[in-house]
């Protein structure tokens, strides 16, 4: 399935199947969960464990440990992929067939030399966190770990008149489709005036392809969206998309 198209046939396909584990993008289960609750399919829930990937998760865990029987993350970013997975105990174990994970003055940086196509040396990731080193855990398993991890936020945000709740989905295709336009971007939700604003800092001054980015994101949300061109980024620390008052 497909994280970008989350749809109520999706819902109806976990409430018939009943899986015992979903994974995927933290956004996306958090849209799934709430279709599968508004057609009555709590009980469909209450057995599954659900491992969430590509974001932060702390602002999600909260509400899916109502409905699951357990809620566990994965860590990683689009240059290495599954640096660390969480196991029964909580602990954040790093992949340590694949990965190195390294933390210098509180930031997180990981080499992945499994990838042979593109290597990575000591990748500063952008997030905060700290390594133990040989962390014995509870489960069984002595690994690196990683504790107090900080990563990228993406607010969960849906009210009457949108077509679909904000998430990983609508920030994607910024990196995907356009990154020879833009060097660095976040977007802001303003519920109030139903807009979305789009910050970007662009590569150059040719940067009329990126509209249909924008006109993307009013035609799949049902909000105004406006593009705001900046030399750099507010400083809203890992978050990718928040949402404010005004």
Sequence with gaps: MNYR?????YADWVIEKRPRIIHGVAGAIRDLTDRVLKRGGNDALKYAGVYLMSEDTSNHRKFLAQFYGGVFMGYGNAECRSVASQCRMGTLHVNMETSIAESFDGELYVTNL??????????????????????????????????????????????????????????????????????????????????????????????????????WVMENTGFKAE?????????????????VDK
């Design 5 to 9: 198209t989350i749809s109520d046939e």
């Design 114 to 215: 499994f990838n042979k196509v593109m290597p990575f040396l000591r990748y500063k990731t952008g997030d905060k966190g700290r390594i133990v080193e040989r962390k014995a855990c509870g489960c069984g398993i002595t690994s690196d770990a990683i504790e107090g991890i900080e990563g990228k936020v993406i607010d969960y945000y849906f009210e009457h008149g949108m077509k679909r709740p904000t998430g990983w989905w609508l920030v994607s295709p910024i990196s995907h489709q356009y990154g020879n336009l833009v060097k660095a971007w976040r977007l802001e939700v303003i519920p109030s005036a139903k807009t979305i604003r789009v910050y970007v800092v662009p590569k150059s001054n040719g940067m009329n392809g990126f509209q249909s980015y924008v006109d």
């Design 227 to 243: 593009l705001v061109i900046v030399s750099d980024l507010p400083d809203w620390r890992r978050r990718l998309l928040r949402v």
